[in-house]
C-alpha cells in the first residue's frame, strides 16, 4: 500500500552558487556525512550530486507529509545506496518517528527513490509504500 509520494525538482546551478558561497557550511547542515562523502568523490559532479541528494530530502519530506517541520530535519533524511545500487533513504529522529506512525500493525515501510539529473535539473521522486511482514 502506498502511505506517501513526493517528487522535486532543483536548479543545480543554485546549489553550486550556495556550495560556493557557504561550502561546509551548507553541506554539514543539510547533509549526513554519507552523502558528504559520496558527493565529494565526485569533484566534476558535486553540485549535480548535492542537488540530486537535496531533492530527495526535499520529496520525502513531502511523501511524510509534514515537510521540513514537525521534527523533521535534513539530516534526519539521508541518501543511501542498497548494496545493488539503487537509492534508497535512511531515516533518523523526527523523520524515523513520523514513518513509523504511517506504518499500520504488522507491515513494515519501503522507501523507493528515483534520482536523475539534466544540467541544469536536479529531480528526485520518493514513494513510501507498507507490505506486510509475511509478503
Known sequence: MILGVGADLVDIRRV?????RHGDRFTHRCFTATERARADRRPHARAASYAKRFAAKEACAKALG????RDVFWRDMGVVNLPGGQPTMALTRGAAQRLASL??????PVIHVSLSDDDPW?????VIS???ENE
Open 16 to 20: 553550486a552558487v550556495v556550495l560556493e
Open 66 to 69: 509534514t515537510g521540513l517541520r
Open 103 to 108: 506504518v499500520p500493525p504488522r507491515y513494515k
Open 122 to 126: 536536479a529531480q528526485a521522486f520518493v
Open 130 to 132: 507498507a507490505i506486510g
